[in-house]
Nanobody
Framework: QVQLVQSGGGLVQAGGSLRLSCAAS????????MGWFRQAPGKESDFVAA????????YYSDSVKGRFTISRDNAKNTVYLQMNSLKHEDTAVYYC?????????????????WGQGTQVTVSS
């Protein structure tokens, strides 16, 4: 089992920045591909970003490409999502997730473990 605990998030004005963190405990963190997803009110969950087990490859949704950066520190068992140039439409609950494979995955169904979610609200 892997437990994921998220931190960060909150309220920010449009154009601002936030950083989300997701700390893993339990089984060894490093072999897992990691991802971030988000769910806005009344909408389905959307893929945001993913990173391979060693951080060598990242993948982003078109809506956040160039503004968000996913990274990881395996020594700290933590994955990050740096969010810059935030827009009102980025408002959502953000979830980190761990997959039991080392690659980059955009499908939520491929992830086995999930964080508790954290609210990001961007005021326009």
């Amino acid at each position: 089992q892997v437990q994921l605990v998220q931190s960060g998030g909150g309220l920010v004005q449009a154009g601002g920045s936030l950083r989300l963190s997701c700390a893993a405990s339990g089984r060894t963190f490093s072999p897992y591909g990691m991802g971030w997803f988000r769910q806005a009110p009344g909408k389905e969950s959307d893929f945001v970003a993913a990173i391979t087990w060693n951080g060598g490859v990242t993948y982003y949704s078109d809506s956040v490409k160039g503004r968000f950066t996913i990274s990881r520190d395996n020594a700290k068992n933590t994955v990050y999502l740096q969010m810059n140039s935030l827009k009102h439409e980025d408002t959502a609950v953000y979830y980190c997730a761990a997959a039991q494979t080392p690659g980059v995955l955009a499908s939520a169904a491929r992830y086995a473990y999930w964080g508790q979610g954290t609210q990001v609200t961007v005021s326009s």
